[in-house]
Protein backbone atom coordinates (compact mmCIF):
# COMPACT_ATOMS: atom_id res chain seq x y z
CA UNK A 1 0.00 0.00 0.00
CA UNK A 2 1.64 4.06 -0.87
CA UNK A 3 1.46 6.08 1.85
CA UNK A 4 0.75 9.81 0.64
CA UNK A 5 3.66 12.07 0.38
CA UNK A 6 1.70 14.33 2.55
CA UNK A 7 0.68 10.99 4.92
CA UNK A 8 4.67 10.32 5.13
CA UNK A 9 5.57 13.89 5.99
CA UNK A 10 3.35 13.73 8.76
CA UNK A 11 4.40 10.57 9.65
CA UNK A 12 8.31 11.65 9.79
CA UNK A 13 7.30 14.74 11.78
CA UNK A 14 6.73 12.78 14.48
CA UNK A 15 9.50 11.03 14.35
CA UNK A 16 11.88 13.59 15.81
CA UNK A 17 11.84 14.66 19.31
CA UNK A 18 9.65 17.55 20.28
CA UNK A 19 11.88 19.15 22.42
CA UNK A 20 13.59 20.51 19.00
CA UNK A 21 12.91 24.22 18.90
CA UNK A 22 11.88 24.30 15.28
CA UNK A 23 11.07 20.98 14.55
CA UNK A 24 12.56 18.83 12.07
CA UNK A 25 13.53 19.64 8.78
CA UNK A 26 12.24 18.25 5.75
CA UNK A 27 15.57 16.75 4.98
CA UNK A 28 15.23 15.10 8.34
CA UNK A 29 12.05 13.95 8.02
CA UNK A 30 12.69 12.40 4.67
CA UNK A 31 15.39 10.85 6.15
CA UNK A 32 13.17 8.94 8.73
CA UNK A 33 9.76 8.28 6.98
CA UNK A 34 10.83 4.73 6.05
CA UNK A 35 12.14 3.56 9.20
CA UNK A 36 9.02 5.26 11.08
CA UNK A 37 6.72 3.66 9.20
CA UNK A 38 8.47 0.19 9.43
CA UNK A 39 9.26 -0.18 12.93
CA UNK A 40 6.95 2.23 14.83
CA UNK A 41 3.88 2.43 12.60
CA UNK A 42 1.93 2.06 15.73
CA UNK A 43 3.08 5.40 16.84
CA UNK A 44 2.05 8.07 14.59
CA UNK A 45 0.73 11.53 15.89
CA UNK A 46 2.35 10.44 19.20
CA UNK A 47 5.69 12.27 19.33
CA UNK A 48 7.14 11.16 22.72
CA UNK A 49 6.60 7.17 21.87
CA UNK A 50 7.32 7.43 18.46
CA UNK A 51 10.82 8.86 19.58
CA UNK A 52 11.11 6.37 22.14
CA UNK A 53 10.70 3.75 19.79
CA UNK A 54 13.28 4.85 17.19
CA UNK A 55 15.56 5.32 19.80
CA UNK A 56 14.77 1.73 21.02
CA UNK A 57 15.34 0.52 17.33
CA UNK A 58 18.52 2.78 16.93
CA UNK A 59 20.08 -0.04 15.43
CA UNK A 60 17.86 -1.17 12.74
CA UNK A 61 17.59 2.49 11.09
CA UNK A 62 19.09 3.60 8.20
CA UNK A 63 22.31 5.25 8.54
CA UNK A 64 20.32 8.49 7.75
CA UNK A 65 18.08 8.34 10.16
CA UNK A 66 20.15 7.10 13.00
CA UNK A 67 22.08 10.28 12.76
CA UNK A 68 19.04 12.00 12.66
CA UNK A 69 17.77 10.21 15.92
CA UNK A 70 21.48 10.86 17.51
CA UNK A 71 22.09 14.54 16.80
CA UNK A 72 18.56 15.03 18.55
CA UNK A 73 19.66 13.34 21.80
CA UNK A 74 19.03 9.87 20.80
Avoid: W, Y
Amino acid sequence: MKISVLAALLLAATALPAAAQSGPTLQEQMACRGDASKFCAEHVGKPPQMNACLRENKSKLSDACRKVVESHGG
